[in-house]
C-alpha cells in the first residue's frame, strides 16, 4: 500500500494540464468513451459523479471550494470501499470540500490527465490545478489528515468557499453565490449521440455501429475513430472480471488472446506502459497471424490513449523497429 503523502503548496503548480478537459472537442472525445459513471455514493453536490465530459465544470467548482477527486472501477473491492471512507469523511467536513468519483474504466483521459499509476487514486483540483493525494486504500485517520491540510492548502491560496448539498456556495465572506455559469455545451452530431446512448446502457456492438458509420460518412472524423476504439475495448472486458483475466494470462503467459485480454485490462486502468509493453514483448514469438493481430491492437490502443501522447509515440516506435 502507498503511503498517503500530504499535500503541500508547491504541489499546486505542477506539470498535468487539465485545461484540455475544458475543450469543445475533448468534450466530445470523452463522450465517446462512455456515459457518466453510477458512483457508488450518494449524488449530490457534496458526493457526485465525474467524467471526462462533465469535468470541465469540475474545474470551474474548485475555483470555490477545493475537489476531491477518486479514480476507481466497480471491479475493484479496494476502490467501492475508499469511495465510502472519502464520501463519509467529506461530508464531515460541512461542505468546505467536495468529492467527484469517476470511473476510471470510462474516463481514460482523467485517468491519464492525472497520471494515475494504479486503481484506486485520490487527488484534488484547487483553484483548477491538480493536487496530489495518494493511491490505495488509506485508514480514515491518515485520509483525516490529509484532507485537512488540503484545506489549508486552499485557503493559501484564496479558496475558501462553501457549498451546501443543494449546490448553492458562499465565499470566504459568507455571501451566497451561486458560482459561474456553465456555458450549455453544442450537441453531438447524430451518429456521435447514437452511439453515446448505447455506450450509456452498456450496448457497445451498436455504439460501435454508430461510430463506423460515421467514419463512412467522413473517413476525417478523427473522434469516431477513437470513439470506435474505445467502444470496442469496453465491449471486450464486458461481462469479464479482473481475477479470471489476470489468472488466464499469467497460467498462458505465450496466450495471445488471454495476454490481449489483460493488455486491455491494463490500459482501461490506467497502466498504459504496461499495456503496450507486454504485447511489444510477446510480439517477437508470434507467427505472422499473431503479429498482424497484435499490430491492429496497438493501433486501437493507440487511439483509446491519443495518438500525441509521449507514451504512444513511443510504444509506435518500438512497434515499427520489431516490424521493420
Given at each position: 500500500m502507498t503511503n498517503a503523502v500530504p499535500p503541500q503548496p508547491a504541489n499546486l503548480r505542477g506539470a498535468v494540464d487539465l485545461s484540455a478537459l475544458v475543450h469543445r472537442d475533448e468534450r466530445a472525445r470523452a463522450d465517446a468513451a462512455g456515459a457518466a459513471p453510477e458512483a457508488p455514493a450518494s449524488g449530490d453536490a457534496i458526493v457526485f459523479a465525474t467524467d471526462d465530459a462533465a469535468f470541465g465544470s469540475t474545474l470551474e467548482l474548485s475555483r470555490s471550494v477545493p475537489v476531491v477527486v477518486v479514480l476507481w472501477a466497480s471491479w475493484s473491492e479496494q476502490s467501492v470501499a475508499l469511495v465510502g471512507s472519502l464520501d463519509r469523511l467529506v461530508r464531515a467536513r460541512e461542505g468546505r470540500l467536495v468529492l467527484a468519483a469517476a470511473d476510471a474504466d470510462r474516463s481514460p483521459q482523467l485517468v491519464q490527465a492525472f497520471q494515475a499509476q494504479g486503481i484506486p487514486t485520490v487527488v484534488a483540483v484547487v483553484a483548477g490545478q491538480p493536487v496530489p493525494l495518494f493511491s490505495g486504500v488509506q485508514p480514515d485517520e491518515v485520509i483525516d489528515q490529509v484532507l485537512d491540510q488540503l484545506l489549508e492548502l486552499a485557503v493559501q491560496h484564496g479558496v475558501s468557499g462553501r457549498i451546501d448539498a443543494d449546490g448553492a456556495s458562499e465565499g470566504a465572506d459568507g455571501a451566497e453565490d451561486a458560482g459561474p455559469?456553465?456555458?450549455?455545451?453544442?450537441?453531438?452530431?447524430?451518429?456521435?449521440?447514437?452511439?453515446?446512448?448505447?455506450?450509456?446502457?452498456?450496448?457497445?456492438?451498436?455504439?460501435?455501429?454508430?461510430?463506423?458509420?460515421?467514419?463512412?460518412?467522413?473517413?476525417?472524423?478523427?473522434?469516431?475513430?477513437?470513439?470506435?476504439?474505445?467502444?470496442?475495448?469496453?465491449?471486450?472486458?464486458?461481462?469479464?472480471?479482473?481475477?479470471?483475466?489476470?489468472?488466464?494470462?499469467?497460467?498462458?503467459?505465450?496466450?495471445?488472446?488471454?495476454?490481449?485480454?489483460?493488455?486491455?485490462?491494463?490500459?482501461?486502468?490506467?497502466?498504459?506502459?504496461?499495456?503496450?509493453?507486454?504485447?511489444?514483448?510477446?510480439?517477437?514469438?508470434?507467427?505472422?497471424?499473431?503479429?498482424?493481430?497484435?499490430?491492429?491492437?496497438?493501433?486501437?490502443?493507440?487511439?483509446?490513449?491519443?495518438?500525441?501522447?509521449?507514451?504512444?509515440?513511443?510504444?509506435?516506435?518500438?512497434?515499427?523497429?520489431?516490424?521493420?
Open positions: 455559469a456553465t456555458p450549455e455545451e453544442p450537441p453531438l452530431p447524430p451518429l456521435h449521440q447514437e452511439a453515446f446512448d448505447a455506450i450509456s446502457r452498456g450496448d457497445y456492438a451498436a455504439a460501435a455501429s454508430a461510430y463506423r458509420t460515421a467514419m463512412a460518412q467522413d473517413p476525417r472524423d478523427t473522434l469516431a475513430v477513437a470513439g470506435l476504439a474505445q467502444a470496442n475495448l469496453l465491449g471486450r472486458l464486458q461481462g469479464k472480471t479482473l481475477d479470471s483475466i489476470r489468472n488466464a494470462a499469467a497460467a498462458a503467459p505465450d496466450d495471445l488472446d488471454a495476454q490481449l485480454d489483460v493488455a486491455d485490462l491494463d490500459l482501461s486502468g490506467g497502466h498504459v506502459e504496461d499495456a503496450f509493453d507486454r504485447l511489444l514483448t510477446l510480439f517477437p514469438k508470434l507467427d505472422a497471424d499473431g503479429k498482424r493481430i497484435v499490430r491492429e491492437r496497438m493501433v486501437e490502443l493507440f487511439e483509446v490513449v491519443g495518438t500525441d501522447d509521449p507514451r504512444v509515440v513511443q510504444a509506435r516506435r518500438r512497434l515499427a523497429s520489431l516490424l521493420y
